[in-house]
């Protein structure tokens, strides 16, 4: 099936830094989702991208929609304590049998005051 | 509060023993599905559901059961439970699968098989 590669796995930053993820995979999808989770929590959509090229940014967040449709990177600007979680990537293909969210396996970012 | 309720939030089985996580959706969601999240391996589709009376089976679905016989709920039942099957279960619903507003997902379900 389908697989999404979601890098790193894993941050541990310094307060006020940027942070930098993506996501690829080997088919296109027609919609790209990026998820945070809280400790103990299920996964909060933060931004949901439904066009090729596009660039969407809500606060401090950017995520871009690869051209190519295989991929995805989502930006953090400044970071702060409440950071702190697992972000996931996800995709989406419409119709048929493959219309059900993917997940990428996750980047769990830490931050240091 | 309109959202996605899961119950029970811990529980702990014996192998062999049998159990239904309840889940239950307040925003009239067509779409319903559950995924097992474990360490390492992100979030994966166990069963899904496209309405009402409509079920389907999704990447590791070997071990779990659901039915849909309303819009609101649709529980998972673990038939035999098996040390495999620890895991934090999360319940996701939708207006449809195509939904453009992406997921919303309860809070899970920790589960223990000893």
């Known amino acids: 099936g389908q697989q999404l590669n979601q890098s790193p796995q894993s941050m541990f930053i310094q307060e006020g830094e940027d942070v930098s993820m993506n996501c690829t995979s080997s088919?296109?999808?027609?919609?790209w989702l990026w998820y945070k989770q809280d400790p103990g929590e299920g996964p909060v959509l933060l931004i949901a991208?439904?066009?090729?090229?596009e660039l969407t940014s809500n606060g401090r967040l950017t995520a871009q929609f690869g051209i190519t449709r295989k991929d995805s990177f989502l930006n953090i600007s400044a970071s702060i304590p409440s950071d702190v979680g697992i972000y996931f990537c996800?995709?989406?293909?419409?119709?048929?049998?493959?219309?059900?969210?993917?997940f990428g396996k996750g980047t769990k970012l830490s931050v240091k005051p | 509060n309109a959202g996605v309720t899961q119950t029970p939030k811990f529980q702990v089985l014996k192998t062999g023993q049998s159990m239904t996580l309840q889940c239950a959706q307040d925003?009239?969601?067509?779409?319903m599905s559950w995924y097992r999240q474990d360490p390492g391996m992100g979030l994966r589709l166990i069963h899904y559901?496209?309405?009402?009376?409509?079920?389907d089976q999704g990447e590791v679905p070997n071990g779990y059961n659901v039915s849909r016989s309303t819009t609101e709920d649709f529980p998972l039942r673990l038939l035999s439970a098996a040390p495999s099957q620890t895991s934090v279960y999360f319940c996701?619903?939708?207006?449809?699968?195509?939904?453009?507003?992406?997921?919303?997902f309860g809070s899970g379900t920790r589960l223990t098989v000893v």
């Open positions: 996701a619903s939708s207006y449809s699968r195509d939904s453009l507003g992406g997921y919303t």
């Open positions: 088919s296109i999808f027609n919609t």
């Open positions: 991208l439904y066009k090729a090229g």
């Open positions: 996800a995709g989406q293909l419409y119709g048929g049998s493959q219309g059900n969210l993917i």
């Open positions: 925003m009239n969601h067509e779409y």
């Open positions: 559901s496209v309405g009402a009376g409509i079920t």
